[in-house]
């Protein structure tokens, strides 16, 4: 079964010396968890996305079509990145994501693949 481990965090980037080097550390910690992931096989995909400010939305509603330019202000979070990985169990999907070192300092959302819906 595949889920997908979404790394939820603050859209706020680092300002200081000092916060961007914790991202730069946090980052290698992530980069490790990724690697241990694939050496176990259990890694489908993963990466880091970037900031929302370079995002867009896109929607239709009653017809017309239409496109929102990055930063989004409503958005409190964002998903910071994620690893699909390829799992026997919902069990075994949330103990890995509980090694994901995000777990420290964002909130980590495990969700099955699969149709959106069940009829």
């Known amino acids: 079964m595949s889920f997908m481990v979404l790394i939820q965090q603050s859209g706020a980037r680092p ?8 991202a730069a550390e946090r980052m290698e910690r992530m980069r ?7 050496t176990r096989g259990l890694l489908l995909a993963s990466d880091s ?3 929302d400010e370079e995002g867009v ?5 009653e017809g017309k079509r239409s496109f929102s330019d990055g930063p989004f202000t409503e958005s409190k979070e964002i998903v910071g990145g994620f690893f699909l ?17 995000a777990v420290e300092w964002s909130i980590v959302e495990v969700r ?8």
């Not at 939305?57 to 509603?61: F, N, S």
């Not at 990985?85 to 070192?101: G, K, M, S, W, Y």
């Not at 099955?112 to 009829?119: I, K, N, T, V, Y």
Request: proline content about 4%; charged content about 35%; hydrophobic content about 30%.
């Open 15 to 22: 300002s200081t010396e000092g916060e961007r080097r914790v």
């Open 32 to 38: 490790r968890y990724g690697a241990d992931l694939q």
């Open 49 to 51: 996305l970037r900031s």
């Open 57 to 61: 939305r896109i929607q239709v509603r």
């Open 85 to 101: 990985i390829d799992v026997h169990t919902r069990d075994e999907a949330l103990a890995i994501a509980n090694e994901c070192p």
């Open 112 to 119: 099955q693949s699969g149709p959106c819906f069940d009829e």
